[in-house]
């Protein structure tokens, strides 16, 4: 099996956010690092792709590596195994367009794979059903 994206991401703006969307109905992919299709649930709420100083333009990935951060995700992974899918989906999003000159997005995905392995504060610290008040701290 090779790395797919199985369904569509399809989210829906929360009220009242400029960072948070919540899922409208579950996106599924495939990783070949986990060697399973990953389930994210509808009604997931979460911040597309961000992280300290590179705002994000997968949003894809973004959820992927959002949902595998959450203290009961399925599977439960590490922080570096949860980045690892993170790149990996990165890496198939930007094989879908084989022709284009991806040098500068590809360097800025190390450096995001290497912020979002580092990063401190985030990982495990809510459950895959959080609140959007929740995630925002309210």
Known sequence: NQTALITPLVTQNIA???????LARPFEFY???????????F?????YESI???????PEAGCAHDYLCRTDSNPVVSKKVA???YFEILNYIYSLDGDKDRTWEKIKAR???IAVLYAPGYFHKHPAHATYEEMAGA
Do not use: E
Not at 52 to 58: A, E, L, N, Q, V
């Open 111 to 113: 450096a995001k794979y």
């Open 83 to 85: 980045a690892q899918v």
């Open 52 to 58: 300290p100083f590179i705002r994000g333009y997968c």
């Open 31 to 41: 990783s070949v690092v986990l060697k399973r299709s990953i389930t994210v649930p």
């Open 43 to 47: 009604g997931f709420v979460f911040d």
């Open 16 to 22: 009242g956010s400029d960072k948070y969307v919540i």
